[in-house]
């Protein structure tokens, strides 16, 4: 994802995971605990692109409907 600011475009964008439609990203982690800084990490693309809602996933459960959150940007 480009960053663009100012209208001026930098190459240093952000690389969000998976981007449906423009509509959802998905933010796609393997970490013992989700923890505070991956829910700023997903808020912070949902800001940026203007999307309302995002998945931050995590496959590193035994479960993996208990490794799925769901993340809202309320505008």
Known sequence: ???IYEEVKLDIGYRLDILIENKLILEI???DCLNEVH???????LKLTNCKLGLLINFNVSLLKNGIKRVANNL
């Open 1 to 3: 994802m480009p960053l």
């Open 29 to 31: 982690k393997a970490v």
């Open 39 to 45: 829910f700023a990490q997903l808020l912070t693309y």
